[in-house]
Antibody, heavy 114, light 109 residues
Framework: VKLVESGGGLVKPGGSLRLSCAASGFSFSDYYMSWVRQPPGKGLQWISYISQTGNTAYYADSVKGRFTMSRDNGKNFVFLQMDSLRAEDTALYYC????????WGQGTLVTVSS | EIVMTQSPDTLSVSLGESVTLSCRAS??????LAWYQQRPGQAPRLLIY???SRASGIPARFSGSGSGTEFTLTISSLQSEDSGVYYCQQCFDWPPNFSFGQGTRLEIK
């Protein structure tokens, strides 16, 4: 199982960013997928969870209405579209498999600063 | 929202000893509880799921127990590589809001 995130970077408050996660080594369409983030020096925060088909996604209150999780089962990718970014969204963003997060990527760093 | 509270915040234990970490949920999560280890500079890794089942490749030194609102992670025969931060997470809430505890930092003396 391998998960590789990309797309992080420096963005101004109010800006947008799209994260990608390339999955390999397992039957991708059989699994729910999640995004978990970790602000610098702080703990883990669950932020999003998407069904196997991609028809349904769930979000933490802190990102609801601003972030959109999606997936492409044909190409084995998960995405996180992040709009209206705030300073408090600065974090290392991890792509994980399942609700129990049994596999993690290495993370991609998002910095929101003017 | 289910609030997960871990105790203690930090722990310092000698090599070879055993240690027990605690996690409390603000309401019952039945057995839908996971434990993770995060070593410095690394991504977290799953240790325990469903409160007491060891994840693939996790040594038998790690054991989880509990149900409802009270959970423990016990690590026996502590080794230097067990240093890090340990997190619990509930996977019970639906619609999903799979909250984590704040973490327990474990130092091996």
């Amino acid at each position: 199982v391998k998960l590789v995130e990309s797309g992080g970077g420096l963005v101004k408050p109010g800006g947008s960013l799209r994260l990608s996660c390339a999955a390999s080594g397992f039957s991708f369409s059989d699994y729910y997928m999640s995004w978990v983030r970790q602000p610098p020096g702080k703990g883990l925060q669950w932020i999003s969870y998407i069904s196997q088909t991609g028809n349904t996604a769930y979000y933490a209150d802190s990102v609801k209405g601003r972030f959109t999780m999606s997936r492409d089962n044909g190409k084995n990718f998960v995405f996180l579209q992040m709009d209206s970014l705030r300073a408090e969204d600065t974090a290392l963003y991890y792509c994980t498999r399942r609700n129990y997060n049994d596999n993690w990527g290495q993370g991609t760093l998002v910095t929101v600063s003017s | 929202e289910i609030v997960m509270t871990q105790s203690p915040d930090t722990l310092s234990v000698s090599l070879g000893e055993s240690v027990t970490l605690s996690c409390r949920a603000s309401q019952s999560v039945t057995n839908n509880l996971a434990w993770y280890q995060q070593r410095p500079g690394q991504a977290p890794r799953l240790l325990i799921y469903s409160a007491s089942s060891r994840a693939s490749g996790i040594p038998a030194r790690f054991s989880g127990s509990g149900s409802g609102t009270e959970f423990t992670l016990t690590i026996s025969s502590l080794q230097s590589e067990d240093s890090g931060v340990y997190y619990c997470q509930q996977c019970f809430d639906w619609p999903p809001n799979f909250s984590f505890g704040q973490g327990t930092r474990l130092e091996i003396k």
